[in-house]
């Protein structure tokens, strides 16, 4: 079946230094979307990609999607101690709901 | 609008025990899911529904039931719960494949 893999499970930084987590699939996807999940919290949504080579931007975060669509990546620009948690991918290989989630990076910053 | 709202926020059970955690969402949402997350595990998949009336299995579905009488609410069933079970139970919508949106997460624990 279909499976999501992420790394670096945990990623330990700086105040200020980039980090960088990345997202592989074992099928072709038709869209990937990335998950914030804070400390006791619940995910929340970032953003969704769907077309092949797709570069997003938020503010410090950058969001690419693969040329094959099975893999993709989060990159973070001089983290904040507001950046602390842990991020997911998740994706699906067709348009039936179904969503599957890799097991996530959990990001600390030191200040 | 509340959202997705879950109920118990917490509940701790016996071996063989059963129960229903309950989860509910008031944004007219077709899809609908269950996950639960454990340490190092990420979320995974346990059942989840594209419409009232229609479920499908998810990654680990052993152990649960689920059913989908109304667009608005997504019940998930313990039948004998074990202690494999103990967990962070998420429930989640969505509207077609787009983001999801996550209840607040039932903390189980299974003695």
């Known amino acids: 079946g279909q499976q999501v893999m992420q790394i670096p499970q945990y990623q330990h930084v700086q105040e200020g230094e980039d980090f960088t987590t990345y997202c592989n699939s074992s099928?072709?996807?038709?869209?990937i979307q990335w998950y914030k999940q804070r400390p006791g919290g619940h995910p929340v949504f970032l953003i969704q990609l769907v077309k092949s080579g797709e570069v997003k931007k938020q503010k410090r975060l950058t969001f690419q999607f693969g040329e094959a669509k099975k893999n993709s990546s989060l990159h973070i620009t001089a983290t904040q101690t507001t950046d602390v948690g842990t991020y997911f991918c998740?994706?699906?290989?067709?348009?039936?709901?179904?969503?599957?989630f890799g097991q996530g990076t959990e990001l600390s910053v030191k200040p | 609008n509340a959202g997705v709202t879950q109920t118990p926020k917490f509940q701790v059970l016996k071996t063989g025990q059963s129960m229903t955690l309950q989860c509910a969402q008031d944004?007219?949402?077709?899809?609908m899911s269950w996950y639960r997350q454990d340490p190092g595990m990420g979320l995974r998949l346990i059942h989840y529904s594209v419409g009232a009336g229609i479920t499908d299995q998810g990654e680990v579905p052993n152990g649960y039931n689920v059913s989908r009488s109304t667009t608005e609410d997504f019940p998930l069933r313990l039948l004998s719960a074990a202690p494999s079970q103990t967990s962070v139970y998420f429930c989640?919508?969505?509207?077609?494949?787009?983001?999801?949106?996550f209840g607040p997460g039932t903390r189980l624990t299974v003695l």
């Open positions: 989640a919508s969505s509207s077609r494949a787009n983001e999801q949106f």
């Open positions: 944004m007219n949402h077709e899809y």
């Open positions: 998740a994706g699906s290989d067709n348009q039936g709901g179904k969503l599957i």
């Open positions: 099928t072709t996807l038709s869209n």
